[in-house]
């Protein structure tokens, strides 16, 4: 990634209003509220008076809420722009949600994908599941949705699953064991050599990575074969 970018982090919060932050989102939360980092930091928010709240009952700099950003579905459209020259230009973006996991079913999905698309840096803190993770991380609308889990071990059985599901315009998600990634990346090139997929790797570790293209060039830059991680198909948009 360009070091001159930002990132963006999306901060679930608790689905219980008066629930505590996660202690890692908190740690995040009050670095980028520093002295040092707060030039660089950007706090977007669903609602004020609601972010307002819980921002204060979990300790974190009054100061700072004046400089909230609201993002919601009234001003996703108009704000999306505006953001991404922000992080193109440095700044650090937090985006949380009013309760849950953002971007899952609220505003958010066209920023990270429109970081994807700008190689701006995305991460996610408080969830372990990799598959709600990845479904927020990726960039794409994911509703309607396909989850197939595991496909068959065997390569003949695995192509076939794949060819099945090749004509559907869902977004699709795929899960396997680590060490069968290769092989798996293998079948995709076969069957569905231009879909667009996102490769959701070592989730929650340091080296955690995020890649969003074609099955080829996902095993063009593979560092390692032995992965732990969830495979999302982009859905097919419809023709007009």
Known sequence: MNKSKGHLCLIP??????GPLDSRALEILKNAC??????????????????????????LPREIIDCFILYN??????????ILNLLMNGKNVYLLSDGGA?????????????????????????????????????????????FLGFLPRQEKEREESLRSM??????????DTPYRL???????????????????M???????ELFRGTASEALACLAK??????????PLRMKK
Request: net charge neutral; with cysteine; aromatic share 6%.
């Open 13 to 18: 919060t608790p689905l219980y209003e008066h």
């Open 34 to 59: 520093l002295a040092e980092n707060l030039s660089r930091t950007v706090v977007l928010v669903e609602e004020a008076k609601v972010a307002r709240t819980r921002w204060l009952r979990w300790g």
């Open 73 to 82: 579905e009234h001003t996703v459209e108009q704000k999306n722009k505006e």
């Open 102 to 146: 953002p971007v899952f079913c609220d505003p958010g999905v066209e920023l990270v994908d429109l970081c994807h698309q700008n190689k701006i840096s995305i991460k996610s803190v408080g969830l372990d599941s990799s598959l709600m993770l990845s479904l927020i991380l990726c960039g794409y609308k994911i509703n309607p949705m396909i």
């Open 166 to 175: 090749a004509p559907k315009k869902e977004l699709i998600v795929v899960m």
């Open 182 to 200: 290769q092989a798996l990346l293998g079948s995709v090139m076969k069957v569905m050599p231009q879909r667009e997929i996102f490769l959701a």
């Open 202 to 208: 070592d989730l929650g570790h340091p080296d955690e």
């Open 225 to 234: 074969t032995k992965r732990e991680f969830v495979l999302i198909f982009s």
